[in-house]
């Protein structure tokens, strides 16, 4: 075997195992909070501004859970870039 050989056989090895290492990383379950849907609660014969209440706050809490599923998902990106470096 010659060094050049050598050296290749240890290049294989390394990416082989890098390979391994980044196959074996599992992503966290995804939050049952951010699977949720969200129905604005409106009955039929409500009120148009008791209906649109409903339906803002329904909004809100809907939008808020997609802010705080974009963070979860932000930081376990950010937590799978820096261990890849």
């Given at each position: 075997m010659t060094a050049c050989e050598?050296?290749?056989?240890?290049?294989?090895?390394?990416?082989?195992r890098t390979g391994e290492t980044e196959a074996s990383r599992n992503l966290p379950?995804?939050?049952?909070?951010?699977?949720?849907?969200e129905?604005?609660?409106?009955r039929e014969g409500e009120p148009l501004d008791t209906a649109l209440i409903r339906t803002d706050n329904a909004l809100d809490r809907?939008?808020?859970?997609?802010?705080?599923?974009?963070?979860?998902?932000d930081g376990i990106r950010t937590g799978f870039e820096?261990?890849?470096?």
């Open positions: 050598t050296g290749d056989a240890r290049l294989r090895l390394a990416a082989t379950n995804y939050p049952d909070d951010c699977r949720k849907r129905r604005s609660g409106v809907a939008n808020a859970r997609v802010r705080r599923c974009a963070r979860w998902y820096r261990g890849a470096n």
